[in-house]
């Protein structure tokens, strides 16, 4: 293979090929990337880049800086553009959006930074370096998409940050940092924009300062968020209409070795390989333990390891949003299990019965389903001279009782609920002696199971009103045993109230 001509950003870092895919299932290409990206790199490279045989990170690189370079130098902006990209994405500071890697930048086209590679050794940030990469990416952005206005700049593996701060993820302190970076983040780009409309012919869109939290667990960064936030003030207006934004593109932030997505949280403390994950190490290392004393806390009983619950993650969610145009869902809490049911399924061959009668003039077939034991366990309504609605909501009603059967609930407590029931087809019944009237069909269906199923031959006959009448009540409320005392009917009606259509 011919010796690819790289930036001498690229130079010294050691890189080496990986067989890498953007799915299982995908073909493989020849990846070279530094060795020190690893496997997750590699395969997130081939994603944002399908269908290359083979792909080298500096001349993918090379592809999308080239174009920016040279719209930079005819516009007359500084020289050092390409180099100082080239410089961002080998260090894994930041990467733009996969659509710009295509050079296809049309759609708001974005910028994802990773706050944990402008800390040093010793957690100082480098707030200065992180301010001019943002006014650089949106120079960038701006030269790739003219046309747009409206970008997406963001960060990711927040928790990341977290950790090597040693910083609770639940904390106030964590939300206030998040808080404060987002607001850096935002008034250095307002200063990029403004600068930019200067050279177009955008109308320009009024820059706002949100409150900044009045601490921070870095001290510095928040002081720079201030000064920035009054340069950009003092500027007034800028080019685009909107700045920042959480991108959905997780194979970009795997490129910046983003164990999680944007500001989420880690749901463990183990990374796919079985060992411990990055943010789990740099955790300990900023409390002062070692692998072995976290081990002895955990088998004393001590949580070394905190994991958020999901209401930390939304809260963090609604600190950011005010800040942030373009926002990841809001996380909700987990859907509880649904609680398993004891369904007693019916045999596969079953007996049972079907009844053919007619209720005032209308077909209706009543169809049981039996278990072994003679017990009921499904009931079929058919009708054929009713509407398709109507029967279509006697279908449903009738698999609705046979759930609720074959799950425990007594034959007896339908009776009691939809015996004396009044509607529509009712009347006469012929076809079934044990039944001579019902006030409607399903009054029919559950006074026919009460004398087969439960021997209740005493239910109070149904009176059937006239046309023109709406019922007293007086036959439902006779005693359904000897000394039963007469109680009051609910379906009990005035007398001199008549419905008018």
Same mark, same amino acid.
């Given at each position: ?9 690229? =130079? ?50 090379? +592809? ?8 930079? #130098? ?69 030269? $790739?998409?003219? /046309? ?22 639940? %904390? ?14 935002? /008034? ?26 009045? +601490? ?7 002081? $720079? ?21 959480? %991108? ?11 164990? !999680?997505?944007?500001? $989420? ?19 300990? /290392? ?28 939304? #809260? ?12 990841? $869902? ?9 609680? /398993? ?46 509407? %398709? ?16 059967? !074959? =799950? ?17 087809? +009712? ?33 109070? !006959? ?38 008018? +259509?």
């Amino acid at each position: 293979m011919a010796q690819i001509k790289t930036d001498k950003s690229w =130079h010294g870092i050691q890189l080496t090929r990986f067989d890498a895919a953007a799915d299982p299932d995908a073909p493989t290409v020849m990846a070279t990337l530094p060795a020190a990206w690893g496997q997750k790199a590699a395969d997130a490279l081939a994603a944002i880049l399908p269908g290359k045989r083979m792909l080298h990170i500096a001349e993918a690189a090379e +592809s999308w800086i080239a174009p920016i370079a040279a719209r930079a #130098a005819a516009a007359g902006l500084e020289d050092n553009v390409a180099r100082d990209l080239h410089a961002m994405l080998a260090a894994r500071r930041g990467s733009p959006s996969g659509n710009v890697w295509r050079n296809r930048a049309a759609g708001t086209p974005g910028f994802v930074f990773n706050p944990s590679a402008y800390m040093d050794d010793a957690a100082g940030f480098d707030a200065a370096a992180l301010g001019y990469d943002v006014r650089l990416a949106v120079t960038a952005l701006t030269l $790739a998409a003219p /046309a747009e206005h409206r970008l997406r700049i963001g960060f990711t593996d927040f928790n990341l940050f977290l950790a090597r701060l040693g910083i609770a993820y639940e %904390s106030q302190e964590a939300r206030d940092l998040a808080v404060t970076l987002a607001g850096f983040i935002r /008034a250095e780009a307002d200063a990029a924009s403004s600068r930019l409309l200067a050279r177009s012919t955008a109308p320009g869109h009024r820059i706002s300062a949100p409150t900044l939290p009045a +601490s921070c667990p870095l001290p510095g960064l928040l002081m $720079a968020a201030d000064a920035a936030q009054d340069r950009a003030l003092d500027l007034r207006t800028r080019r685009h209409e909107t700045l920042l934004g959480f %991108s959905n593109e997780p194979e970009i932030e795997a490129l910046l070795g983003a164990e !999680q997505v944007n500001f $989420a949280p880690a749901l463990s403390a183990l990374g796919e390989d079985g060992k411990l994950a990055l943010w789990a190490v740099q955790s300990l /290392a900023a409390r002062g333990l070692t692998a072995e004393a976290a081990l002895a806390r955990m088998l004393g009983g001590d949580e070394v390891f905190s994991i958020p619950r999901i209401a930390a993650h939304a #809260a963090m969610h609604d600190a950011l949003a005010d800040l942030v145009s373009v926002m990841p $869902a809001r996380p909700a809490a987990p859907v509880a299990p649904r609680r /398993a049911s004891a369904r007693e399924m019916l045999p596969t061959r079953r007996s049972g019965y079907t009844q053919k009668v007619a209720v005032g003039g209308h077909k209706l077939f009543l169809s049981t389903g039996e278990y072994k034991d003679g017990r009921l366990g499904e009931i079929f309504i058919a009708l054929h001279k009713e509407g %398709s609605a109507f029967r279509g909501l006697m279908d449903a009603f009738a698999i609705s009782v046979s759930i609720g059967l !074959q =799950h425990g609930v007594n034959l007896e407590d339908y009776v009691e609920a939809f015996t004396f029931t009044r509607f529509g087809p +009712s009347g006469a019944v012929e076809g079934d002696p044990a039944v001579p009237a019902a006030t409607s069909m399903l009054d029919y269906a559950f006074r026919n199971l009460a004398v087969n199923y439960l021997g209740r031959t005493n239910l109070a !006959q149904a009176s059937i009103d006239e046309p023109d009448e709406v019922g007293d009540g007086a036959v439902e409320r006779a005693p359904l045993l000897p000394l039963d005392l007469p109680a009051p009917a609910p379906r009990e009606r005035r007398r001199n109230l008549k419905l008018v +259509s």
